[in-house]
T-cell receptor, first 111, second 115 residues
Framework: DAKTTQPPSMDCAEGRAANLPCNHS???????VYWYRQIHSQGPQYIIH???NNETNEMASLIITEDRKSSTLILPHATLRDTAVYYC????????????FGQGTELSVKP | ETGVTQTPRHLVMGMTNKKSLKCEQH?????MYWYKQSAKKPLELMFV???????ENNSVPSRFSPECPNSSHLFLHLHTLQPEDSALYLC??????????????FGQGTRLTVV
């Protein structure tokens, strides 16, 4: 299973963009990058995913480097409610498409 | 509301009790998962069911016994648990058995306390 590396914690000022990096240098060509977040003791919430093109939805943008070895999740205007642990996951394509969670990045949005 | 429902939300059980956790989804998904999350730790994958067949069992002790009677329901049967089994147990589902480009949805979890 391809592993991911994320910084353990980050701070962001409210209203500013939050840029969360992730390294996944062993990713295979057909594996997708997924981002989830978990707000204290709730179930993880899906944010976005991508294969090789940049993706954007109502929550965030995902920028994947051309070699696919790293990606960045961008929350364009962070709010206090975005304070959470953010997980970057490389999804296995077989075995039921399981998601293997790493340590994640604890994002604190401050007023 | 993700469409994945877990019951009960909270459970306190003694070490000699037998209880079951239930997960239900009516999203038409074909893969279901159990995760365990201990305090301040990331999620640990326990079991994966794909098309109602168990395809992964991550060295989970036999005191945890999963059951998937149909594609919409997943159970985790618990017996003779230890205090260190106290954790948040999360269920998820997806179309991951047949589609790689699809998200998984999580329930809100069952907070289990073993006394």
């Amino acid at each position: 299973d391809a592993k991911t590396t994320q910084p353990p914690s980050m701070d962001c000022a409210e209203g500013r963009a939050a840029n969360l990096p992730c390294n996944h240098s062993t990713i295979s060509g057909n594996e997708y990058v997924y981002w989830y977040r978990q707000i204290h003791s709730q179930g993880p919430q899906y944010i976005i995913h991508g294969l090789k093109n940049n993706e954007t939805n109502e929550m965030a943008s995902l920028i994947i480097t051309e070699d696919r070895k790293s990606s960045t999740l961008i929350l364009p205007h962070a709010t206090l409610r975005d304070t959470a642990v953010y997980y970057c996951i490389v999804r296995v394509v077989n075995q039921g498409g399981k998601l293997i969670f790493g340590q994640g990045t604890e994002l604190s949005v401050k007023p | 509301e993700t469409g994945v429902t877990q019951t009960p939300r909270h459970l306190v059980m003694g070490m000699t009790n037998k209880k079951s956790l239930k997960c239900e989804q009516h999203l038409g998904h074909n893969a279901m998962y159990w995760y365990k999350q201990s305090a301040k730790k990331p999620l640990e994958l326990m079991f994966v069911y794909s098309l109602e067949e168990r395809v992964e069992n991550n060295s989970v002790p036999s005191r945890f016994s999963p059951e998937c009677p149909n594609s919409s329901h997943l159970f985790l049967h618990l017996h003779t648990l230890q205090p260190e089994d106290s954790a948040l147990y999360l269920c998820a589902s997806s179309q991951g058995s047949t589609v790689s480009n699809t998200e998984a949805f999580f329930g809100q979890g069952t907070r289990l306390t073993v006394v």
